[in-house]
């Protein structure tokens, strides 16, 4: 296991351990007010509870060297964990709204709100931070399981957030229906966050190509380093969590002996690996008259 997965994983461990804390801390905050608006940011806690042990599970599965089985890695299986954790979600937005139409029905007054939401409070000062330190070490790593565990916690501090402000107006009001109206408003919120979540992880799934800015500087290090050759065409992409896959064919003279062809290969190789850490390369090398006239021209 090569020193950046585990690196991940002690991220993906100590999310664990944040997520609980945070918890703990929610559900205190609700057990002091009764606030079923605090009930729901609680709920969504465990969510993020589950989702950071479904992340560490996924990053140690993704981490595991190509086998037999699977020759190209196990690093889908963080998409596996993003896809879950979107699930997790929209479980606990029905859940949500279970427990916040009967209190809109019958609207019930909040008790000792200050103190409770100050923990909250607390609570959410932790999740900025964490949140913000997965977020970063996510787009460092290219990691799907970090990143959307990093999105769902920061969407948790905006919904802490949404939260604390209405608690705070049904007190001030008197307007005891705020608290599980804002608790339906949470729920939606919620379900908002999970389907993006899950719609760019179905995306990883099927493949998707790299997006339109990381494609054209791949396009640009084919055209300045492939000197010699003549032309990329049928160029293909994908991720697979944190791998990026290319495959292309080259056009070279045909007169050119296999030695140089395979010279410039690998220097396509090293430019591309240069510049994305964790890429596979496949080259399949053709003489002129294979030559499409269209796709990358080597400059």
């Given at each position: ?31 002091m007010?009764g ?90 000062v932790?999740?900025?931070?964490w ?65 993006g979540l ?17 494609g ?67 080259i ?16």
């Open positions: 296991m090569s020193r950046r997965p585990t690196n991940l994983l002690t991220v993906a461990l100590g999310s664990v351990f944040i997520a609980l804390v945070v918890l703990g801390l929610k559900f205190l905050a609700y057990a007010t606030s079923v608006a605090l009930y729901s940011d609680a709920l969504e806690s465990i969510i993020n509870v589950a989702a950071a042990i479904a992340a560490f599970i996924a990053l140690r599965v993704a981490a595991l060297p190509a086998d037999a089985n699977h020759p190209y890695g196990h690093t889908k299986a963080e998409y596996f964990s993003a896809v879950a954790e979107g699930v997790l979600i929209v479980l606990a937005a029905l859940s949500i709204a279970r427990a916040a139409i009967p209190d809109l029905l019958a609207p019930k007054a909040i008790d000792a709100p200050y103190t409770g939401l100050l923990v909250n409070l607390g609570a959410t932790v999740n900025v931070v949140a913000t330190l997965l977020l970063r070490t996510g787009r460092a790593s290219r990691s799907p399981a970090l990143l959307a565990d990093g999105r769902h916690v920061m969407s948790d501090v905006v919904t802490s957030v949404g939260v604390l402000i209405g608690v705070v107006a049904a007190k001030l009001s008197g307007l005891a229906f705020l608290d599980p109206l804002l608790a339906l408003l949470v729920a939606l919120n919620i379900l908002w966050s999970g389907w899950m719609r760019e992880s179905v995306g990883g799934l099927m493949d998707a190509a790299v997006d339109g800015k990381t054209s500087r791949i396009r640009t290090l084919l055209s300045e380093h492939g000197e010699g050759a003549l032309e990329v065409h049928d160029l293909r992409t994908r991720h697979a969590g944190r791998m990026t896959f290319i495959e292309f064919h080259l056009v070279v003279p045909g007169e050119m002996t296999v030695e140089v062809a395979h010279a410039i290969c690998d220097r396509l190789e090293d430019a591309l690996r240069a510049e994305m850490a964790e890429v596979s390369v496949t399949h090398v053709e003489p002129q008259e294979k030559a499409k006239h269209h796709g990358v021209l080597v400059l």
